[in-house]
């Protein structure tokens, strides 16, 4: 049976390896008798599972020693809460609003700290990344938060800024939670990231935390105890119950990622390579045409989430009830934006992305 091509923004589609192997060690984990949901965060079995899982992790992305990597969970939003608890001090950050999630990120931090807006473009409808020549950095501010891909306005920072080329001391945070994995992190410039496992990880209720070491003991005193990094770092992720079968999820995606392989590369620059084939084929064909269009600056592109719009709106009902019978399922666009969008992380295969565009193209063709 051929599985219908899922665009969902998140949860998102997962790689069908994985989901097989997940089945057939539901009931019984490697000869231990017991399925992942039910062993104890503290057994050598799932100890044993987190280790690989963090160490894949790590070998992926290349992240430095310097560097704690968490298993949380609270997801993308709960980190908005989460990093200024750990990283603000209680004084400024500068945020750069390009999208949705650096409103929220802003909003949420104006509870524990004083957030301060360096740059948006917002008034351009958060279709483009603020350049950083034009940012204004406090010079007193305990971070500068980026949301470096903008799941909702399909708005992705391709170059991370070198902030201490711009003259600041502050460390640069990250939520990479809809491109984590999709590309490769220039860890030089980075404080801290975070990113909710949902979209190119696995389930729902994972969240993973990249800090450097010497950021982690500076929480306020309000923070909670199971969302203190030195705490959490100092358990190896286990000063609470963390979300195991997520995490036992993710440790087969990491080694699904592992095994890639697309001209010549392997692993992790396989699937960018992969990635912006995927993205271009289907941008290259929004903009030949005269019926769909996507309205972000091309240098701002996202290759994960791409939003379109049907010139005439009154069709979009039309072609959502096609897509579906076709099995291109969730192209609904969020409801803030409307129109569509199709989110291609690293699940979905190139196959997926030239069926949509057939479809595009017949319906084009159709109501025209």
């Known amino acids: 049976m051929t599985r219908p091509y899922n665009f969902s923004a998140g949860p ?21 008798g017991m399925g992942v949901m039910e062993m104890s965060h503290r057994g050598s079995e799932f100890i044993s599972i987190y280790e690989q899982a963090a160490s894949d992790f790590r070998e992926l992305l290349n992240i430095p020693q310097e560097f704690k990597i968490l298993f949380m969970q609270g997801g993308g939003l709960g980190e908005n809460a989460i990093v200024p608890l750990n990283l603000s001090k209680g004084g400024c950050v500068d945020f750069v609003l390009s999208g949705s999630w650096g409103q929220k990120s802003y909003k949420e931090a104006a509870k524990y700290a004083k957030p301060l807006i360096a740059a948006s473009s917002e008034e351009a409808g958060f279709t483009f990344f603020p350049n950083p020549s034009t940012w204004s950095l406090n010079d007193s501010s ?8 903008e799941t909702i306005h399909g708005v992705e920072c391709h170059t991370l800024p070198d902030l201490r080329s711009m003259g600041s001391k502050a460390p640069l945070v990250i939520d990479f939670s809809s491109h984590v994995l999709s590309r490769s ?12 496992a949902q979209k190119n990880i696995g389930p729902a209720g994972l969240t993973l935390v990249v800090v450097r070491e010497a950021l982690i003991d500076q929480a306020l005193d309000i923070c909670p105890s199971a969302f203190n ?9 286990m000063y609470n119950t963390p979300p195991t079968y997520g995490i036992y999820i993710a440790g087969l995606t990491f080694q699904w990622l592992k095994r890639q392989v697309e001209n010549g590369k392997t692993g992790l620059e396989a699937i960018e390579l992969r990635n912006k084939t995927k993205s271009e084929l289907l941008y290259n064909f929004l903009d030949s045409s005269s019926f769909y ?19 005439d709106e009154s069709r979009n009902e039309a072609f959502l009830k096609g897509a579906k019978e076709q099995g291109l399922l969730q192209l609904k666009g969020h409801k803030s934006v409307g129109g569509m969008r199709a989110s291609i992380y690293n699940a979905m295969p190139l196959k997926g992305v030239q069926v949509l565009i057939e479809y595009l193209r017949e319906f084009e063709r159709a109501h025209s």
Do not use: Q
Not at 12 to 32: I, K, Q, R, T
Not at 142 to 149: E, G, K, P, Q
């Open 12 to 32: 998102a589609a997962m790689p069908e390896e994985v989901l097989e192997l997940a089945a057939a060690e539901m009931l019984d984990w490697h000869g231990s």
């Open 229 to 237: 990094y030195k705490l959490v770092a100092g358990a190896d992720s």
């Open 142 to 149: 305990s971070y500068v938060h980026l949301c470096t891909n």
């Open 293 to 311: 269009e996507n309205k972000v600056d091309h240098l701002s592109r996202s290759r994960m989430n791409i939003p379109f719009f049907l010139k």
């Open 185 to 196: 992190v220039d860890w030089s410039r980075v404080g801290a990231a975070f990113a909710g």
